[in-house]
Nanobody, 123 residues
Framework: QVQLVESGGGLVQAGGSLRLSCAVSGRTFRSYTMGWFRQAPGKERELVGI???????LYANSVKGRFTISRDNAKNTVYLQMNSLKPEDTAVYYCAADSRSRFVTASKDYDYWGQGTQVTVSS
């Protein structure tokens, strides 16, 4: 069973930065496609970005140039570095894993999910 544990959320002022971490159990982490999603109150869960194929990344237009996904395969951990945060980035952030290593951007295609971590950006 694959487990994902997130950390790093919190309260930050607009323009600030946070780094989220997602520790993943499982011996084949390096092959997983890892996604970051977020869900704001009253809104649907949306894609933030994904890491797949070892070193490739893709980002939603709303975060492109501000957020960066990286992974440390030795630590079985994926990170989401968030810079220049805006109040509209306020949401619960989730990491997710696709064990079939596909290029997938829809939440329904991910097998495993973390518990979520709250990010609040004040204006």
């Amino acid at each position: 069973q694959v487990q994902l544990v997130e950390s790093g959320g919190g309260l930050v002022q607009a323009g600030g930065s946070l780094r989220l971490s997602c520790a993943v159990s499982g011996r084949t982490f390096r092959s997983y496609t890892m996604g970051w999603f977020r869900q704001a109150p009253g809104k649907e869960r949306e894609l933030v970005g994904i890491s797949w194929g070892g070193s490739s990344t893709l980002y939603a237009n709303s975060v492109k140039g501000r957020f960066t996904i990286s992974r440390d395969n030795a630590k079985n951990t994926v990170y989401l570095q968030m810079n220049s945060l805006k109040p509209e980035d306020t949401a619960v952030y989730y990491c997710a894993a696709d064990s079939r290593s596909r290029f997938v951007t829809a939440s329904k295609d991910y097998d495993y999910w973390g518990q979520g971590t709250q990010v609040t950006v004040s204006s």
